[in-house]
């Protein structure tokens, strides 16, 4: 576990507990670090907003500022060692003998721990609610909103514009829209979707589609960590609020099922790092809270969609109009109005292939994206990796009995709640749900490379493009066989340039040459680390790469007795490297051609699984 932190919260300053840190959060105080705008909840509500639910409110909203405020290692943390945090709060409340009851607690850990995998622990106070501050109004009327049957969490994505558009057009509902807003870059963006729905829904309802954007987000420094998984859980609780306020009892927080599960495409997306938004655990733990509290549940009605059924779905109660407006990019930060997508990250990747394959391109076309995936390389490794491992995925779960399935991903068991489901029916449908997913995937795939044959034939389009990669098979290969391939093609392509006036005297010459090289590589090396221990030896490999497990050894032969030499060495370094990552890649630099034979020489290491050896001159 890595760092711990106290969070004393507005005037408490001591608790009895203790931690590596402390931090002070507060919202009303001149020294305030944090933006609350519950405010604009009690405007909006007309003071209906009860005790339990300003408290729950304040608490989500000091977990997420928390959570931002707590790397989890970040580059340095080579094997995600400090992936899991530790978290103390000290919270005054306006209950609290409820809030400190041990079920209430209990269940506030427990979805909090899920959610983030971090450690949570709890205390809380007596609290007086603070007069009220001056914010900005963002609704016409104090009582916008009443009149709603029902509430959706909007993202402005995809799927939370279907879910929308389904209880609208569908259902002949009157949903409020509720979101969460940690920066001010994408009010318009939200206003825009919400002015078009009501544009294009006008013949199906006279509902208005009041839209609460609630600002919520830290002041002052950037935050250590971006990851944020506890923002599910602020903006879950900005639904349910507002619903018993309104006393609606509809609360939707919805994905679709693939992005709701997030089955690793690679055995490297493990623990926390696989985002639970929407997890069917996660719901289901909350909603053991919101029970306890008297509060409303949150409910996914797209688990049993994927992506591509999401789109033609939109299409099917007329609103594939609205998707140009939709954004879905992971880095939005660093994109245009004129090309507000990527094109190569998770959330751009499912979107593109499930717009090709439900025939909808039109409304999404590649110019909207930085990066066309089909035609442009796909520069960065981790995407071209994370690319090649989706297509991978699809190819294996289309050639998977259930059987083999359920082995494979046992991590759907966490999606099963075996008191109330029916086991091996819910298995069924997540098995039938990613048979379509990867069907699906694969046709967009097939579609674009018959659409792009003669560019393809002709050497138009990219090496490094998806269509590229699976010319050349590369998404039949392991991640770790790709990176070591490619690493060590770097170093024979260049290590003999950078040594062409003066042959290196010393291992470390070599070792500080690669470091350079590597260095423009990866931002995820590491020099001389881990520390591993075997036995009662400790040792550490020249370097490491945290996002493969990838250890690489630099050795230097220069005469003829170091070849022995060195091949022991790489005998001894095996088994224990091997114990603490996914491979090994060592790279011999010959300079006088003292390996005669180089087949030879790598033949015995070969026996070992993910065991790489390059010889350069």
């Known amino acids: 576990m890595s760092s711990s932190l106290l969070c004393l919260c507005e005037e408490v300053h001591e608790s009895g507990m203790t931690a590596d840190e402390t ?3 507060s919202h009303l105080s001149e020294k305030a670090n944090m933006h609350l705008g519950l405010e604009d909840y009690y405007n909006n509500l007309a003071g209906k907003l009860d005790d339990i639910s300003k408290d729950l409110l304040r608490i989500a909203a000091y977990v997420y500022v928390a959570d931002t405020s707590l790397s989890r290692g970040g580059e340095a943390d080579v094997w995600g060692k400090s992936w899991q945090r530790k978290f103390l709060f000290a919270i005054p409340v306006l209950k609290p003998n409820i809030w400190n009851g041990p079920t209430v607690k209990r269940h506030l850990q427990s979805v909090l721990e899920f959610l983030t995998e971090d450690y949570f622990e709890f205390t809380f106070s007596q609290w007086q609610d603070p007069i009220r501050q001056t914010f900005l109004n963002l609704f016409k009327t104090a009582n916008e909103g009443i009149g709603a049957d029902s509430v959706v969490l909007f993202s402005g994505g995809l799927d939370s514009l279907y879910s929308a558009g389904l209880l609208t057009v569908g259902e002949k509902k009157r949903p409020l829209l509720i979101s969460h807003l940690s920066t001010n870059k994408i009010v318009s963006r939200q206003r825009s979707i919400v002015q078009a729905i009501k544009d294009t829904c006008q013949s199906h309802t006279v509902w208005t589609f009041p839209h609460w954007a609630v600002r919520i987000s830290r002041k002052g420094s950037e935050g250590k960590e971006r990851t944020q998984r506890s923002r599910s859980f ?19 927080l919805c994905d679709n099922g693939v992005v709701s599960m997030n089955l690793p495409p690679s055995a490297q997306t493990i623990g926390a790092m696989a985002s639970k938004t929407t997890h069917p655990k996660f719901i289901q733990r909350y909603n053991a809270l919101m029970k306890t509290l008297g509060l409303p549940e949150i409910k996914n009605t797209l688990f049993s969609f994927t992506k591509a059924e999401v789109v033609s779905g939109l299409r099917d109660i007329k609103l ?6 939709t954004v879905s990019c992971a880095r939005t930060h660093s994109m245009t109005k004129q090309q507000p997508h990527c094109g190569v990250c998770t ?27 089909f035609r442009h390389p796909i520069d960065g490794l981790f995407d071209r990796t994370h690319a090649e491992n989706l297509i991978r995925h699809c190819i294996e779960i289309k050639n998977m009995t259930i059987e083999v399935f359920v082995e494979n991903f046992p991590m759907i068991f966490d999606c099963v709640d075996l008191n109330g489901q029916d086991f091996e029916k819910f298995v069924q449908v997540i098995y039938e749900l990613h ?21 393809f034939m002709t050497g138009k389009i990219s090496q490094n493009s998806i269509l590229g990669l699976i010319g050349r098979q590369d998404h039949l290969k392991l991640p770790i066989v790709k990176v070591a391939y490619e690493i060590g093609t770097m170093f024979a392509n260049r290590l003999p340039i950078i040594f062409q006036s003066k042959e290196p005297a010393k291992e470390k010459e070599v070792q500080d040459a690669a470091q350079a090289l590597l260095s423009e590589f990866s931002q995820n090396i590491q020099r001389e680390a881990p520390q591993v221990s075997f036995g009662i030896v400790s040792r550490r490999p020249d370097f490491s790469q945290d996002s493969t497990q990838l250890f690489i050894e630099m050795k230097l032969v220069k005469l003829k007795k170091d ?22 890649l060592f790279v011999i630099y010959d300079t006088d051609r003292n390996i ?4 030879k020489f790598t033949e015995p290491f070969k026996t070992e699984t993910n065991v790489f050896v390059k010889v350069i001159r």
């Open 320 to 325: 594939e109009t609205l998707i140009p407006l």
């Open 435 to 455: 048979q379509r997913y990867a069907d699906q995937v694969l046709e967009a795939i097939k579609k674009k490379q018959n659409e792009n044959f003669n560019e």
């Open 563 to 584: 070849v022995s030499k060195i091949a022991d060495e790489i005998s001894a370094d095996i088994k224990p490297y091997l114990n603490h990552s996914r491979g090994i």
């Open 234 to 252: 602020l903006y879950a609780s900005l639904g349910v609020t507002a619903a018993h306020a309104l006393k609606v009892s509809d609360v939707y």
């Open 347 to 373: 959330q751009c990747l499912d979107r593109r292939l499930a717009t090709v394959y439900a025939n909808l391109e039109s409304q999404d076309p590649p110019e909207k994206y930085l990066k066309d995936i």
């Open 23 to 25: 931090l002070y959060l």
């Open 596 to 599: 005669a034979d180089d087949e």
